[in-house]
């Protein structure tokens, strides 16, 4: 009985795919964006202290943080508010006080970008190196037609047109013949 034949996905799904995963992580940036806004728009000291960690041994985000420097660190951040600092003054001060440790996320700047780009270059890159092997392993695995020009036997010598008992009378002949010779 001769074996089916797998179709292969055609190069046009796989670009589909492709496409749609570099679209679906480019834009995660922006629809973070619109969350930060929104959020600032209705609590602007919760925007700052949710893009923030505690510098103490916790490591909460600020804004959920409720330890004795969290707490004092959401303090210091309405009074700045209150002041009149604007959210980047204030967390220049706060970077410039405990580092750049405190950002819950670097700033997409210099060296810092490959944070930012890395785990997306990464990931296309794990999955076109899959899609190649996976192709390749589709392609060896499929059977060539009978009678096809180029048409290869089966893994056992036999021409394109064996059956499965054939195929297991050679996986027998071959295992008995490799018996004897391990006897001797």
Do not use: H
């Amino acid at each position: 009985m001769p074996r089916p034949i797998v179709s292969r996905p055609a190069p046009a799904f796989a670009a589909a795919v492709a496409l749609a995963f570099l679209l679906s992580g480019a834009l995660a940036p922006v629809s973070a964006l619109a969350n930060e806004s929104a959020s600032g728009k209705k609590d602007p000291a919760r925007a700052i202290t949710s893009q923030l960690i505690c510098p103490c041994s916790c490591g909460e985000i600020l804004s959920g943080c409720t330890c004795e420097t969290g707490k004092a660190m959401q303090g210091y951040v309405d009074r700045e508010i209150k002041a009149g600092k604007s959210k980047d003054q204030i967390e220049a001060s706060l970077v410039n006080q405990y580092g750049e440790v405190i950002l819950g996320a670097p700033k997409a700047k210099g060296f810092n970008l490959l944070v930012w780009v890395a785990p997306f270059l990464a990931t296309a890159l794990g999955f076109l190196i899959a899609s190649v092997v996976l192709l390749r392993w589709v392609r060896r695995r499929a059977p060539a037609m009978p009678g096809a020009p180029g048409a290869a036997g089966s893994d056992f010598g036999a021409g394109p047109s064996t059956t499965a008992e054939q195929d297991l009378d050679a996986l027998r002949e071959r295992a008995e013949a490799e018996l004897k010779r391990f006897k001797e």
